[in-house]
């Protein structure tokens, strides 16, 4: 459930969704955005929950409380900077799902979402749980931007929501961390 609440407020005011409403105006099957959008989602968060799995086994408890903690920050941190516009993958002709699967695959790989759900991982019992939760967290809000649309996202306050997640982020990052480190 973290790992859900967590790609949800990291990815509200994220690339990829922006992404996904692009790829949603542009191809009339949005199912098969979604679906793509989900699939590529799924195995870049199953790569982070699987990483996790691993470093767990390496660290110590404290240690991968300070992980999360950590990951939690960026992402907060993350949010403060300026958004840059996805490329629109306007040259790509390679049908609504390969272009879906692949644009949304390379613009999540490696970013917040995914350190979340791999520091998430490391800190469960069961990391496959946190990768489930990050895909199906970023996967709603994706869902939603392609159902929804470009025109619809850009009359959202981005900015606020980029700000105030980026808030909650840090503070709870920083809560994590110093409980992790036992100054609270």
Request: charged share 15%.
């Amino acid at each position: 459930m973290a790992a859900f609440v967590a790609a949800i407020l990291i990815e509200a005011g994220d690339r990829t969704p922006w992404l996904a409403a692009i790829l949603g105006d542009r191809f009339e099957r949005r199912g098969t955005v979604i679906v793509a959008s989900l699939v590529a989602l799924a195995i870049g968060n199953g790569i982070a929950g699987y990483g996790g799995g691993i470093v767990a086994a390496h660290l110590t408890p404290n240690a991968r409380a300070l992980l999360l903690a950590m990951a939690l920050i960026s992402a907060g941190a993350g949010a403060f900077g300026r958004l840059k516009p996805p490329d629109r993958l306007e040259k790509w002709r390679i049908g609504a799902f390969a272009t879906s699967l692949l644009g949304m695959g390379i613009l999540a790989f490696g970013d917040r979402t995914q350190f979340a759900t791999l520091a998430f991982a490391a800190r469960s019992d069961a990391p496959v749980l946190a990768a489930v939760g990050a895909t199906l967290g970023a996967g709603l809000v994706s869902a939603a931007a392609v159902l929804a649309g470009e025109a619809v996202r850009a009359r959202l306050p981005i900015r606020a929501i980029r700000f105030g997640t980026g808030v909650l982020l840090c503070a709870v990052g920083i809560v994590s961390g110093l409980s992790a480190l036992r100054l609270i």
